[in-house]
């Protein structure tokens, strides 16, 4: 399928993005963008906006790191770093004041398991940032998606989840790209506060495309809810498809997920490596 032909399907479809939406052409590598550093420091200081008192940021100096694969291994230290510095300020999350929940945990790592998450690793082997990613396979045409938030006992989670289960429904990115069985879901993309301008995010990012690249993985998928974390994503190249507003989405005729401005919507972005659109071509 040519790539200049989903554009056209975009306009096609009620469901896909809105007039509104911000799309980047052409879809740029991080280097086309900025220099790795200045976007990393960029990327750093709107992925963990926090309320928190501010930290001392480290030095240079101290601070090599390597990245390198997430681990089943790492499950226990990926979830202290994000309900440090991930879960307290993401939207959705603040808005229903979530507080603990263990299926929050649960679902943030289960990612890990496909083998395509990547960590920056301090020298004294702390974890300073995540990129947890999933695989997206193609459904069977006949198979009826299992609806997540069915088992969930927590109540205020089970509203995010609801709402997942919602857009999973209304929108399959699969149908942007029929000749495509296996599509990158990228997750959670968090950096340790303590360690912004370093290069960190743009180079979990990086490892992250060149995984697909590695394994002909032709498309990325991120689902957005937080305006900053979509902000990102675009100034990396990727493009909306999908856009729901949240005081659109209504359960009993109401309006359940209301989190402040400027996150007023629930967004889907995608990113096509295009030398290996060209090479499945």
Do not use: W
């Not at 950096?191 to 995010?201: D, E, K, P, S, W």
């Amino acid at each position: 399928m040519e790539i200049e032909n989903i554009s056209q399907m975009l306009q096609n479809s009620r469901t896909f993005a809105k007039n509104d939406a911000i799309i980047i052409e052409p879809r740029y590598t991080l280097s086309d963008l900025y220099p790795i550093t200045r976007l990393s420091q960029k990327m750093d200081s709107v992925l963990n906006v926090s309320s928190a008192p501010a930290v001392t940021k480290a030095k240079t100096d101290d601070t090599s790191y390597t990245v390198e694969y997430v681990t089943q291994d790492d499950a226990e230290a990926v979830l202290e770093m994000l309900k440090t510095f991930f879960f307290k300020d993401e939207p959705l999350n603040t808005f229903l004041n979530l507080g603990e929940c263990k299926e929050l945990e649960e679902y943030s790592v289960k990612c890990i398991k496909d083998g395509c998450s990547f960590k920056a690793v301090a020298k004294n082997g702390e974890i300073i940032g995540v990129f947890l990613n999933a695989l997206m396979h193609r459904p069977a045409a006949d198979v009826v998606p299992e609806a997540s938030a069915e088992s969930c006992q927590h109540p205020k989670f089970k509203k995010i989840l609801q709402l997942m289960d919602y857009i999973e429904g209304d929108f399959n990115v699969f149908d942007l790209y029929p000749g495509t069985n296996t599509i990158l879901d990228g997750k959670i993309l968090s950096v340790n506060t303590n360690y912004r301008g370093l290069g960190i995010a743009g180079r979990l990012t990086e490892r992250t495309l060149d995984y697909m690249r590695e394994h002909k993985i032709p498309v990325m998928h991120v689902l957005c809810s937080s305006h900053y974390s979509a902000r990102v994503m675009e100034k990396l190249g990727f493009h909306e498809v999908y856009r729901l507003n949240y005081c659109d989405y209504k359960v009993n005729n109401e309006a359940v997920l209301r989190p402040e401005p400027p996150h007023v919507a629930a967004r889907i972005l995608v990113k096509e490596i295009t030398d290996v659109v060209k090479t499945k071509l």
